[in-house]
């Protein structure tokens, strides 16, 4: 039962090497254990190549694992991600859909390389790649490989210089529409929560729209309390949760010792009166 922890023992939003996160699900898991974190959700962008690891980890350490994704979707040209959580990851229905979101990474990460490539900048492309490994390639392997390069101080400067929105190495991005992104999740028995709302810098009317067309469309909750947005965000965003009787989500979206995010399980706990996304989806947590 939720009662059973402090939230702040749980934390559903986190990164490996399976997409831009810089540890392996080996490594990770160990470093939720150590936080004393008791659940752990992982949650790799667009694919779920390091739940096997994770799993083997997580119950070698006594750690509930919540096998999950982050889905890269778009809301009326807004960028948005979804978090699917209590996923079965042998799902046919999410896996072709993830597949086809990977081949979209694949196809983007040249065009990403060819627009450096006209900024001056060489040879991007298999950096990137190099950097990703076999695994998900996404801007954060690019602009990791800008700094490493020299080209850019920083991997905020080099999403404000080419990868970011409008920026000289920008390809605009046609991903997966909102309720088919939360119709894979729903296939695969997961709960869909709108990741780290605050983020879009939405008004309150657009994402009150945004939230209310995401229930529509058989999305159960939303983050809020995130590490991806402002501490001050979870007041508001616990207001739209209960008034659209919407559950609520915790989340650090870890993806590293070095990125200055929130740390492993660093979170307060969801304001009174929402719910609790893991008591939505009828999971006991033990
Ligand atoms: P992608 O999904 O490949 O388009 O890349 C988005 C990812 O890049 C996000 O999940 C973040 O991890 C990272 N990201 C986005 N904006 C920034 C930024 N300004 N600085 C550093 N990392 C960022
Ligand atoms: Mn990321
Ligand atoms: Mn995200
Ligand atoms: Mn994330």
Known sequence: MSHQYPVSLIDLHMHSLASDGTMTPTDLVRRVHAAG???MALTDHDNTAGLEEARVQATAL???????????????????HIVGLFIDPENNILQGGLSRIMAFRDWRALEIGRLLEDAGISDAEAGARAMAGSRMVGR?????????????????????????????????SDWISMPEAIGWINAAGGSAVLAHPGRYKLSGTRLRALLTEFREAGGIGLEVC?????????????????????????????HGP???????????????????????????LH
């Open 140 to 172: 954060s392997h690019f602009a990791r490989w800008l700094v490493r390069e020299g080209h850019c101080a920083d991997t905020n400067e080099a999403f404000g210089k080419y990868l970011g929105r409008g920026c000289k190495a920008y390809v605009p």
């Open 62 to 80: 006594d750690i509930q694992l919540v096998p999950g994704v982050e889905v890269s979707s778009e809301w009326n040209t807004q960028g948005i």
């Open 226 to 254: 995130s590490g991806s947005q402002a501490a001050g965000d979870r007041e508001h965003l616990g207001c739209l949760a209960r008034q659209l009787g919407m559950a609520g989500s915790v989340g650090s979206d870890f």
């Open 37 to 39: 974190v008791r659940v």
């Open 258 to 284: 070095n990125f200055g995010h929130t740390a492993i399980g660093h979170l307060p706990p969801l304001p009174d009166g929402v719910e609790p996304v893991w008591d939505r989806a009828g999971i006991h």
